[in-house]
């Protein structure tokens, strides 16, 4: 499978939203509403903020929230704070296999 | 506490052979599947194998198909990862993550290093 595709960066202000975007296919994100998101910092193992397109773990931020329409996927970050800063990556369930996108660095200026 | 704790990365040479494992403990290994995702330095995520719950279905990635080897031991909750026949393009992080069956990864070990050179 091709990866998803995502936006290389983003940038937002401390407080300010963001929103990052995840397109797939018709056999990835369009076919199932199993869209994760993690979050990722320098050196660190990913860390899972959405799962099933729109829900949080247990101890997540409520900042955090997930959507979907069609083959796109997005997540969006309000109130974002300093330790927002990391990479992001979308990953959709694809049959007998995963697959994510190729990652988008969020730098809080 | 859930823990999944990689090991077996190191340096090979093109063509070489390396075995990882992962150390699960905290949570019922035998219940759920478990995958290895990769990342090679400065990259993004990429999915590698996953094996089911007891060993008996397994799926890779065209780019290690025929090459690697999925496998675990639920007695001694562990999974491994046989690699063979190794590339440079191989050289990643290699990460292993527990897999509910909700298409998500809940828990991700700390990663091993591999790197494939002369």
């Known amino acids: 499978q091709s990866a998803l595709t995502q936006p290389a960066s983003v940038s937002g202000s401390p407080g300010q939203s963001i929103t990052i975007s995840c397109t797939g296919t018709?056999?990835?994100?369009?076919?199932?509403?199993?869209v994760s998101w993690y979050q990722q910092h320098p050196g660190k193992a990913p860390k899972l903020m959405i799962y099933e397109v729109s829900k949080r773990p247990s101890g997540v931020s409520n900042r955090f929230s997930g959507s979907k329409s069609g083959n796109t996927a997005s997540l969006t970050i309000s109130g974002l704070q300093a330790e927002d800063e990391a990479d992001y990556y979308c990953c959709s369930y694809a049959g007998s296999s995963t697959v994510f996108g190729g990652g988008t660095k969020l730098t809080v200026l | 506490e859930v823990q999944l704790v990689e090991s077996g990365g190191g340096l090979v040479q093109p063509g070489g052979s390396l075995r990882l494992s992962c150390a699960a403990s905290g949570f019922t290994f035998s219940s759920y599947w478990m995958h290895w995702v990769r990342q090679a330095p400065g990259k993004g995520l990429v999915w590698v194998s996953r094996?089911?719950?007891?060993?008996?279905?397994?799926s890779y990635a065209d780019s290690v198909k025929g090459r690697f080897t999925i496998s675990r031991d639920n007695a001694k909750n562990t999974l491994y990862l046989q690699m063979n026949s190794l590339r440079a393009e191989d050289t990643a992080v290699y990460y292993c993550a527990r897999f509910p069956r909700g298409g998500y990864y809940d828990y991700w070990g700390q990663g091993t290093l591999v790197t494939v050179s002369s």
């Open positions: 018709s056999s990835d994100v369009g076919s199932y509403n199993l």
């Open positions: 094996i089911n719950s007891d060993g008996s279905s397994t």
